[in-house]
């Protein structure tokens, strides 16, 4: 709390803060609250989406306003409906101790005449989508000739959604000496051209590289054949069975393909693209924001402003036309602090727009390649054992066991186990026996059914530890190397599920690694360590020198097989079908 006391903030807003649970200013936060409260300033600040960029112009705004006067004095424009709703809440729990102060969203799909009305009423602040503005503008129902403060939110995304135009109408509106303030994740030129016209003078802070990707995500692409785009994506879903993910496609009819297909399979997907209305597109994100929904399928105009948090995968089921689309996409995930990975499908022809990337955000991809149907067995088999592990009993089936008990009669202890375990389990690997390994092999080479092995040398290990006891990819990454004494590239794949993980080291740290976790204790509790019965692990390729060493072989990541060898899962036929699908979640197959 000191420290945003420090940062020059009012009580009241300190006392919003604090009941906000706000402890620690992010890096936008610290740079840019005391240089706009200090001054009248224009001002360009670059950073990541999810960096907490609306409370770094949300509250220097609300405590610069002359609350004793009904004139609006401050506008907001964002891109999207659900990014204009969100800001306005938010700027609502800021001034939850600023009584006199009043903000009101404009936005389309909602009745222009109560907005209007709204505004009537004395709107200090109004936040606004470029559309519904210009057009309350033209219809005379808003003045915003005499407001302070300007505020262009997201401004990348609003000039890749065409918005150009309106935004320069809007401010041709607006007096020549407010304050500016652009908050954008890109600064590519039409965003740059924005600045150049309608500011003067700005001052300019960046949080991390500029068009740089953020730090809190890792970044993967999997090598297939064209036609094997579905199956791997089917294969990334079970690999983690609770994901929570926005899957991009680039065309709406695409993106309706692959969300049917997705249900039909059994998981709980949906479609968000532009040819839903305003009600379906409602029910949809509603869906996504309780979790009901864990893949959501989108277009990227569709997905504008979608601010969901703990969103643990972003899946390019298709690269993006423009690099900094891909950068959009990503921010979707790693947001406040948490760890998030964003995987890309690709095919061979593909893989230059991968260096393109790279050099772009600033960061490496990790190559890797899709799981075997045996690392999804185990996977799902380690799911299942820590979901039974964890059930809480219900108090209500006492009066059954009596019956069940009898039914169950003459079933030892480890049949017991053996069946419960293979009720569920059964099904994946039936599924995957029958179906043809999507991992790159050498030319012509075809992926053989039920070759569950890996060639790439690399020990793969269990631990008993995960999501659940507060650890990422990255936590449990330097935890494992810290403990073992291991070098930053000794270690690779670190896959963490709900309440155990997975990961990979060259042979010869093995022993040393063994060694170092043998009874070792965390918290009173055993970390226990056990080599897979799996050597290649679930993906593949590593950082750095292993990387390289990767593409130096060549064929094994990135050959398909021979054309014709490869099937695509037929509709209903994958290994959740049949499961009754409405309500139920994707991470609770077992």
Not at 333 to 356: D, F
């Given at each position: 709390?000191?420290?945003?006391?420090?940062?020059?903030?009012?009580?009241?807003?300190?006392?919003?803060v604090?009941?906000?649970?706000?402890?620690?200013?992010?890096?936008?936060?610290?740079?840019?609250?005391?240089?706009?409260?200090?001054s009248?300033?224009?001002?360009?600040?670059?950073?990541?989406?999810?960096?907490?960029?609306?409370?770094?112009?949300?509250?220097?705004?609300?405590?610069?306003?002359?609350r004793?006067?009904?004139?609006?004095?401050?506008?907001?424009?964002?891109?999207?409906?659900?990014?204009?709703?969100?800001?306005?809440?938010?700027?609502?729990?800021?001034?939850?101790?600023?009584?006199?102060?009043?903000?009101?969203?404009?936005?389309?799909?909602?009745?222009?005449t109560?907005?209007?009305?709204?505004?009537?009423?004395?709107?200090?602040?109004?936040?606004?989508?470029?559309?519904?503005?210009?057009?309350?503008?033209?219809?005379?129902?808003?003045?915003?000739?005499k407001?302070?403060?300007?505020v262009?939110?997201?401004?990348?995304?609003?000039?890749?959604?065409?918005?150009?135009?309106?935004?320069?109408?809007i401010?041709?509106?607006?007096?020549?000496?407010?304050?500016?303030?652009?908050?954008s994740?890109?600064?590519?030129?039409?965003v740059?051209?924005?600045?150049?016209?309608?500011?003067?003078?700005?001052?300019?802070?960046?949080?991390?590289?500029?068009?740089?990707?953020?730090?809190?995500?890792?970044?993967?692409?999997?090598?297939?054949?064209g036609?094997?785009?579905?199956?791997a994506?089917?294969?990334?879903?079970?690999?983690?069975?609770?994901i929570?993910?926005?899957?991009?496609?680039?065309?709406?009819?695409?993106?309706?393909?692959?969300?049917?297909?997705?249900?039909?399979?059994?998981?709980?997907?949906?479609?968000?693209?532009?040819?839903?209305?305003?009600?379906?597109?409602?029910?949809?994100?509603?869906?996504?924001?309780?979790?009901?929904?864990?893949?959501?399928?989108?277009?990227?105009?569709?997905?504008?402003?979608?601010?969901?948090?703990?969103?643990?995968?972003?899946?390019?089921?298709?690269?993006?036309?423009?690099?900094?689309?891909?950068?959009?996409?990503?921010?979707?995930?790693?947001?406040?602090g948490k760890?998030?990975?964003?995987?890309?499908?690709?095919?061979?022809?593909?893989?230059?727009?991968?260096?393109?990337?790279?050099?772009?955000?600033k960061?490496?991809?990790?190559?890797?390649?899709?799981?075997?149907?045996?690392e999804?067995?185990?996977?799902?088999?380690?799911?299942?054992?820590?979901?039974?592990?964890?059930?809480?009993?219900?108090?209500?089936?006492?009066?059954?066991?009596?019956?069940?008990?009898?039914v169950?009669?003459?079933?030892?202890?480890?049949?017991?186990?053996?069946?419960?375990?293979?009720?569920?389990?059964?099904?994946?690997?039936?599924?995957?026996?029958?179906?043809?390994?999507?991992?790159?092999?050498?030319?012509?080479?075809?992926?053989?059914?039920?070759?569950?092995?890996?060639?790439?040398?690399?020990?793969?290990?269990?631990?008993?530890?995960?999501?659940?006891?507060?650890?990422?990819?990255?936590?449990l990454?330097?935890?494992?190397k810290?403990?073992?004494?291991?070098?930053?590239?000794?270690?690779?794949k670190?896959?963490?599920?709900d309440?155990?993980?997975?990961?990979?080291?060259?042979?010869?740290?093995?022993?040393?690694?063994?060694?170092?976790?043998?009874?070792?204790?965390?918290?009173?509790?055993?970390?226990?360590?056990?080599?897979?019965s799996?050597?290649g692990?679930?993906?593949?390729?590593?950082?750095?020198?292993?990387?390289d060493?990767?593409?130096?072989?060549?064929?094994?990541?990135?050959?398909?097989?021979?054309?014709?060898?490869?099937?695509?899962?037929?509709?209903?036929?994958?290994?959740?079908?049949?499961?009754?699908?409405?309500?139920?979640?994707?991470?609770?197959?077992?």
């Amino acid at each position: 709390m000191e420290k945003f006391k420090a940062l020059g903030l009012q009580e009241s807003l300190l006392d919003a803060v604090r009941d906000l649970g706000f402890e620690t200013p992010s890096e936008v936060q610290e740079k840019a609250i005391p240089i706009l409260l200090e001054s009248e300033t224009d001002l360009v600040a670059l950073a990541q989406t999810g960096t907490g960029k609306t409370a770094a112009f949300g509250f220097p705004l609300i405590q610069k306003i002359d609350r004793g006067s009904r004139t609006t004095q401050g506008l907001i424009l964002s891109p999207t409906r659900e990014l204009c709703l969100q800001i306005t809440n938010e700027m609502k729990l800021y001034a939850k101790y600023e009584r006199s102060v009043n903000v009101v969203a404009i936005y389309g799909g909602a009745s222009i005449t109560e907005q209007a009305r709204q505004i009537k009423r004395g709107a200090q602040i109004i936040v606004a989508t470029p559309g519904r503005m210009k057009d309350m503008i033209n219809r005379r129902l808003v003045d915003i000739g005499k407001i302070d403060y300007c505020v262009l939110d997201e401004a990348d995304e609003m000039l890749n959604m065409g918005f150009m135009e309106d935004i320069k109408d809007i401010l041709s509106n607006t007096p020549n000496d407010k304050s500016t303030w652009l908050f954008s994740a890109t600064m590519p030129k039409e965003v740059a051209t924005i600045a150049k016209k309608f500011m003067h003078s700005p001052q300019e802070i960046t949080v991390g590289a500029k068009n740089s990707g953020a730090t809190t995500v890792q970044h993967e692409y999997y090598v297939v054949g064209g036609r094997d785009r579905y199956p791997a994506l089917k294969r990334l879903a079970d690999t983690n069975p609770d994901i929570f993910s926005v899957v991009f496609c680039r065309t709406k009819r695409d993106t309706q393909k692959v969300a049917e297909k997705l249900i039909e399979d059994g998981y709980n997907a949906g479609a968000l693209h532009g040819d839903l209305s305003q009600n379906q597109r409602d029910l949809v994100m509603n869906a996504f924001r309780k979790k009901q929904i864990q893949m959501l399928v989108a277009t990227d105009v569709a997905a504008r402003g979608i601010d969901v948090d703990d969103i643990t995968h972003v899946i390019n089921y298709q690269l993006p036309d423009e690099i900094e689309t891909y950068t959009h996409r990503s921010g979707r995930t790693g947001r406040a602090g948490k760890s998030g990975i964003s995987m890309v499908i690709v095919t061979r022809s593909e893989l230059r727009k991968i260096k393109a990337i790279e050099k772009k955000i600033k960061q490496e991809f990790v190559a890797k390649t899709i799981p075997t149907g045996m690392e999804i067995c185990e996977i799902q088999l380690y799911h299942l054992a820590n979901k039974i592990k964890d059930t809480k009993i219900n108090p209500d089936v006492e009066p059954y066991l009596p019956a069940i008990g009898d039914v169950l009669a003459g079933i030892d202890r480890d049949e017991l186990i053996q069946k419960m375990v293979s009720v569920e389990f059964t099904r994946f690997y039936n599924y995957y026996n029958k179906n043809n390994d999507l991992k790159s092999s050498p030319a012509g080479q075809e992926g053989k059914k039920g070759d569950f092995t890996s060639s790439n040398g690399a020990v793969r290990y269990f631990i008993n530890v995960g999501e659940k006891d507060g650890y990422d990819w990255m936590t449990l990454k330097d935890f494992i190397k810290e403990t073992a004494g291991l070098g930053r590239d000794d270690l690779f794949k670190v896959d963490v599920k709900d309440s155990f993980s997975f990961f990979n080291t060259e042979p010869e740290v093995s022993d040393r690694l063994m060694a170092a976790f043998k009874d070792l204790k965390v918290a009173g509790r055993f970390v226990n360590v056990e080599i897979s019965s799996n050597p290649g692990g679930a993906g593949g390729g590593r950082r750095g020198g292993h990387r390289d060493k990767a593409k130096r072989k060549g064929k094994k990541h990135f050959n398909d097989a021979p054309k014709g060898k490869r099937r695509e899962h037929s509709k209903g036929a994958g290994p959740h079908s049949g499961k009754r699908r409405s309500g139920r979640k994707k991470g609770n197959f077992f």
